[in-house]
């Protein structure tokens, strides 16, 4: 059974951190991109951060650059999306994500963590 369990959201005031983690079950961690994706109410769902298989090659949403980080650990099968210098607008329900396939046919969405950035 595929599993992606996301966690470490929670309340924080603008200018603060967050660190979330998602721990993968189910398949190969290590074969599969990961991303990490928000939606707002009332917004569609939006890219914030996604990365390789590998760790290799990142990239983010224009609104998160320079304040959010991607990284993972296919050893512990675990996507971590470091957030600094938090913003209201940062509000969101935060969702993690795993494609993979020859044809990326394979996609499992996590049940998502909320952030809350508010004083």
């Known amino acids: 059974q595929v599993q992606l369990v996301e966690s470490g959201g929670g309340l924080v005031q603008p200018g603060g951190s967050l660190r979330l983690s998602c721990a993968a079950s189910?398949?190969?961690?290590?074969?599969?991109?990961m991303s990490w994706y928000r939606q707002a109410p009332g917004k569609e769902r939006e890219l914030v951060a996604a990365?390789?298989?590998?760790?290799?090659?990142?990239n983010y949403a224009d609104s998160v650059k320079g304040r959010f980080t991607i990284s993972r650990d296919n050893a512990k099968n675990t996507v971590y999306l470091q957030m600094n210098s938090l913003k209201p607008e940062d509000t969101a329900v935060y969702y993690c994500?795993?494609?993979?396939?020859?044809?990326?046919?394979?996609?499992?969405w996590g049940q998502g963590t909320q952030v809350t950035v508010s004083s």
């Open positions: 189910g398949f190969t961690f290590s074969s599969y991109a």
């Open positions: 990365i390789t298989s590998t760790g290799g090659s990142t």
């Open positions: 994500y795993a494609q993979g396939g020859e044809e990326y046919e394979y996609e499992y």
